[in-house]
């Protein structure tokens, strides 16, 4: 038997046995099924993958247009603070801080000298 025989007789039967079987299911009716479930998880993905470009898309546009656009001046600080928080008024803090309380000191343990 001469080399390209001993392959080439064992993958044609195995192609025949692949046509074989593709062609059995095609007969059947369970092959559309299949392909029908196939493409509407390829539609699902690609509107799935449409959305998320179109996200990216307008993230990077707005970026692009935060870096093009001149850099602002902060505001006075004194213009920040909105009229109502100026008018409210502070809440008033007590005259005099409470006293501390005592607390006794425990003595210090005696050392022995070694």
Known sequence: MSLHLRYTLPASAG???V???AYAVYKSGGLRPALVGALRGGVK???WA???LAC???NV???VAEAKAPKAKPAPKAAAKPAAAKAAPKAAKPAVKPAAKATPKAPAPATVPA
Do not use: P
Request: glycine share 12%; charged share 35%.
């Open 56 to 58: 990216a898309k307008e």
């Open 15 to 17: 192609l025949a046995l």
């Open 45 to 47: 993905a690609a509107d």
């Open 50 to 52: 449409g959305k998320k």
């Open 61 to 63: 546009a707005e970026m």
């Open 19 to 21: 046509g074989l079987a």
